[in-house]
């Protein structure tokens, strides 16, 4: 049975970070990602990386504040979250496919987690 499930999440105070977790168990996927959703908001794309390659994409309001990475051994990935903003409060989603041609569109992944909580004080 195919399982992603997410860690880490929690309360932090602007200016902070936090590191979220994501093991995957079932079996391996091309492509990981992170997206998030804030109350009364679309989920959006946080970052991505290739399994294989390492090769990582982010969504521009991120880029430079927060770092996607993975352990091959350990089948997680890892999304490292610095100089938070109230701004980035959301419940975060971690999500696996096999095809992923554009990878900010979460139609495209076949596996989501139960999501984990960040809340961003001001």
């Known amino acids: 049975q195919v399982q992603l499930a997410e860690s880490g999440g929690g309360l932090v105070q602007a200016g902070g970070s936090l590191k979220l977790s994501c093991v995957a168990s079932g079996r391996s996927f091309n492509k990981y990602a992170w997206f998030r959703q804030a109350p009364g908001k679309e989920r959006e794309f946080v970052a991505a990386i290739g399994w294989s390659s390492g090769l990582t994409s982010y969504a521009d309001s991120v880029k430079g504040r927060f770092t996607i990475s993975r352990d091959n051994a350990k089948n997680t990935v890892y999304l490292q979250m610095n100089s938070l903003k109230f701004e980035d409060t959301a419940v975060y989603y971690c999500?696996?496919?096999?095809?992923?041609?554009?990878?900010?569109?979460?139609?495209?992944?076949?596996?989501w987690g139960q999501g984990t909580q960040v809340t961003v004080s001001s």
């Open positions: 999500a696996a496919g096999y095809f992923i041609v554009v990878d900010f569109l979460s139609s495209q992944y076949d596996y």
